[in-house]
Nanobody
Framework: VQLVESGGGLVQPGGSLRLSCAAS????????MSWYRQAPGKERELVAD????????NYADSVKGRFTISRDNAKNTVYLQMNSLKPEDTAVYYC????????WGQGTQVTVSS
C-alpha cells in the first residue's frame, strides 16, 4: 500500500490549496478514505472522510463549509480542497486508509501565514 500526498505549501490567510493523495497497491474504489492533520504539539485529528464511491462525506466542525473532500476512483486519487484558510489550519496533512490495518501517507505541510 502506498499513499503519496502532494499540494501543500505556504499560503496567506484567506487563500486556497488543493491537496492530492495518490493511492496504489490496493483496490482504491473499495475503501473509504480520510484526511487527517497534525499541528505542532497537538494530536493528529480527523479533517474529513469520504465513502468508497464518494456518496457520503464527513467533516470536522472546524473545517465545515471551507474544505471539500472528493475522490476520483478512475485515478486512484483523493483530494482535499481547502478554501478560506486560517492560521490554525497550519499542520501536516495526512492521507489515511483502513483496510483492517492503518495505512498513512508521508504527509504534506500546509502553512497559513501572512
Amino acid at each position: 500500500v502506498q499513499l503519496v500526498e502532494s499540494g501543500g505549501g505556504l499560503v496567506q490567510p484567506g487563500g486556497s490549496l488543493r491537496l492530492s493523495c495518490a493511492a496504489s497497491g490496493f483496490t482504491f474504489s473499495r475503501y473509504a478514505m480520510s484526511w487527517y492533520r497534525q499541528a505542532p504539539g497537538k494530536e493528529r485529528e480527523l479533517v474529513a472522510d469520504i465513502s468508497s464511491v464518494g456518496g457520503m462525506t464527513n467533516y470536522a466542525d472546524s473545517v465545515k463549509g471551507r474544505f471539500t473532500i472528493s475522490r476520483d476512483n478512475a485515478k486512484n486519487t483523493v483530494y482535499l480542497q481547502m478554501n478560506s484558510l486560517k492560521p490554525e489550519d497550519t499542520a501536516v496533512y495526512y492521507c489515511y486508509v483502513n483496510r483492517g490495518f492503518d495505512s498513512w501517507g508521508q504527509g504534506t505541510q500546509v502553512t497559513v501565514s501572512s
